[in-house]
């Protein structure tokens, strides 16, 4: 699907998507914006989709190339005309996503029902208006971006039940059209710094601070560190990975010393 290029002398693993059409949905801010950067500076020609109008008139100015377009990825008729006017796509990744602070309990069915509908029906929708394209070409890939919270418990449930969906949702497609040459793949995504924490960093300056102590390798991720894994299962460098889940977390789900330090009274800085 792609050129891949290895640096003889160390570094970086380069990704060539000249010509490629990609679809990036929630790409106008944060991880998605970050994703339509590096696919366009691999040579493709990023198809950025958003709810968020303002955002939009930025993109093209910050990602070369790109054609950017208001799509609420939610209305299915809206998805489905979107895909027949600007399709067929190579590369389809779902990470547009809402995370809600309300409390279980008090949430409204309308408040629970957006968040599976923008984090679980919208991909749904647009893996169906992108299949038939790639299963026509006898190829194409589909990145879904997924979340830590879909592996255990970590707050926000009605988000954390949609994002494990997402994950089935990624297996089910992968099994069901690899026979036509299309892959899909996830990552599940722990902690990154993304607007999304603008409000949270303003009223407690040292909420990331604290964070980054319970990751291994004590840092919480960047947009960038989502992007390159995105853009290894657009590859061919993934050619023959399809309905994985790819954990980038920064270890967070691999072990919790400082829960052992917490018991055992000790610090590890």
């Given at each position: 699907?792609?050129?891949?290029r290895?640096?003889?002398?160390?570094?970086?693993?380069?990704?060539?998507?000249?010509?490629?059409?990609?679809?990036?949905?929630?790409?106008?801010?944060?991880?998605?914006?970050?994703?339509?950067?590096?696919?366009?500076?691999?040579?493709?020609?990023?198809?950025?989709?958003?709810?968020?109008?303002?955002?939009?008139?930025?993109?093209?100015?910050?990602?070369?190339?790109?054609?950017?377009?208001?799509l609420?990825?939610?209305?299915?008729a809206?998805?489905?005309?979107?895909?027949?006017?600007?399709?067929?796509?190579?590369?389809?990744?779902?990470?547009?996503?809402?995370?809600?602070?309300?409390d279980?309990?008090?949430?409204?069915?309308?408040?629970?029902?957006?968040?599976?509908?923008?984090?679980?029906?919208?991909?749904?929708?647009?893996?169906?208006?992108?299949?038939?394209?790639?299963v026509?070409?006898?190829?194409?890939?589909?990145?879904?971006?997924?979340?830590?919270?879909?592996?255990?418990?970590?707050?926000?449930?009605?988000?954390?039940?949609?994002?494990?969906g997402?994950?089935?949702?990624?297996?089910?497609?992968?099994?069901?059209?690899?026979?036509?040459?299309?892959?899909?793949?996830?990552?599940?995504?722990?902690?990154?710094?993304?607007?999304?924490?603008?409000?949270?960093?303003?009223?407690?300056?040292?909420?990331?601070?604290?964070?980054?102590?319970?990751y291994?390798?004590r840092?919480?991720?960047?947009?960038?560190?989502?992007?390159?894994?995105?853009?290894?299962f657009?590859?061919?460098?993934?050619?023959?990975?399809t309905?994985?889940?790819?954990?980038?977390?920064?270890?967070?789900?691999?072990?919790?010393?400082?829960?052992?330090?917490?018991?055992?009274?000790?610090?590890?800085?």
């Open positions: 699907m792609d050129a891949l290895l640096n003889p002398g160390g570094g970086d693993v380069a990704f060539d998507f000249g010509g490629r059409r990609v679809l990036v949905t929630g790409g106008a801010s944060g991880i998605g914006l970050t994703i339509a950067a590096r696919f366009a500076a691999a040579g493709a020609h990023p198809v950025v989709v958003d709810v968020d109008e303002d955002a939009l008139a930025a993109v093209c100015g910050l990602v070369p190339g790109a054609t950017a377009i208001r609420d990825v939610t209305d299915a809206a998805v489905t005309d979107f895909a027949a006017a600007h399709g067929p796509f190579d590369v389809a990744v779902n990470n547009a996503m809402i995370c809600g602070d309300d279980f309990l008090s949430a409204t069915p309308e408040q629970l029902r957006r968040e599976v509908d923008v984090n679980l029906v919208a991909p749904m929708l647009v893996t169906r208006a992108v299949l038939p394209a790639m026509d070409r006898g190829a194409g890939a589909i990145v879904n971006v997924s979340s830590i919270n879909a592996l255990q418990h970590l707050g926000n449930e009605a988000y954390s039940a949609a994002k494990a997402l994950q089935s949702l990624t297996r089910s497609v992968a099994t069901e059209y690899g026979r036509h040459g299309v892959r899909c793949n996830a990552i599940a995504l722990g902690t990154v710094d993304t607007p999304y924490w603008s409000e949270r960093r303003a009223a407690d300056p040292g909420v990331l601070d604290r964070l980054e102590r319970w291994p390798l840092r919480i991720g960047t947009p960038e560190d989502a992007a390159a894994a995105v853009l290894f657009a590859s061919s460098a993934a050619r023959w990975i309905g994985a889940v790819l954990t980038v977390d920064g270890g967070f789900t691999a072990g919790n010393l400082r829960m052992s330090d917490d018991i055992h009274g000790e610090r590890r800085d």
